[in-house]
């Protein structure tokens, strides 16, 4: 089983930037689709950017495509969401999740295998 804790989370101004960091312990999240989803209160879980095993391959939302980027380090056991010019509608929880199946299976159905307790990011106008 593996553990997964974000860090990073606060308060920013728009246009600002910051960095979220999802630390994974317990085994290797090296041969794992690693991916940050978004909550907040009242709405769904939406789905923020995905990175596949080797990093080859990243995936991103729509809103947050050109701003955000998605990252890995295999031999930290850690994934990062960097957040540019970041906007009020981005505040939300953040919270990183992994899957041992392929990242194009399981952003499809959203049902990844771990997950974070979550970050707060709240985002000033």
């Known amino acids: 089983q593996v553990q997964l804790v974000e860090s990073g989370g606060g308060l920013v101004q728009a246009g600002d930037s910051l960095r979220l960091s999802c630390a994974a312990s317990?085994?290797?999240?090296?041969?794992?689709?690693m991916a940050w989803f978004r909550q907040v209160p009242g709405k769904g879980r939406e789905f923020v950017a995905a990175i596949s095993r080797t990093g080859s391959s990243t995936y991103y939302a729509a809103p947050v495509k050109g701003r955000f980027t998605i990252s890995r380090d295999n031999a930290k056991n850690t994934a990062y969401l960097q957040m540019n010019n970041p906007k009020p509608e981005d505040t939300a929880v953040y919270s990183c999740?992994?899957?041992?199946?392929?990242?194009?299976?399981?952003?499809?159905?959203?049902?990844?295998?771990?997950w974070g307790q979550g970050t707060q990011v709240t985002v000033s106008s």
């Open positions: 317990g085994r290797t999240i090296s041969n794992s689709c």
């Open positions: 999740a992994v899957d041992l199946r392929d990242c194009v299976v399981v952003i499809t159905t959203g049902q990844f295998g771990s």
